[in-house]
């Protein structure tokens, strides 16, 4: 059962990450990341990252707050399989 549930949660949170970087490409070419699409996704992926963005200053153009955003989102699925496993 344990295995299951950890198939569930890497696929979910796989997907939330490649949602991640799909943002942030868009977020490079304004014409995409003010269509349809792009809003849905900032919609889906702000949440997440504003706290980043509010802790961690941008240097100069560039905006780390993603890649730490990344890291935080790896770790915690990794944390929770442990969980997982322990419970299951």
């Known amino acids: 059962m344990g295995a299951t549930i950890e198939t569930i949660v890497r696929f979910a949170l796989q997907i939330y ?14 014409q995409l990341q003010y269509s349809a699409i792009g809003e849905f996704l900032g919609r ?11 802790v961690i200053p941008s240097i100069g ?4 707050s993603p890649i730490v955003a990344l890291l935080t989102l790896y770790y915690a699925e990794e944390g929770l399989i442990y969980l997982i496993y322990l419970i299951f």
């Open 61 to 64: 153009i560039l905006d780390i």
């Open 17 to 30: 990450t490649f949602i991640i970087f799909g943002y942030i490409i868009m977020s490079w070419i304004p």
């Open 44 to 54: 889906i992926v702000e949440p997440f990252l504003k706290p980043f963005r509010q």
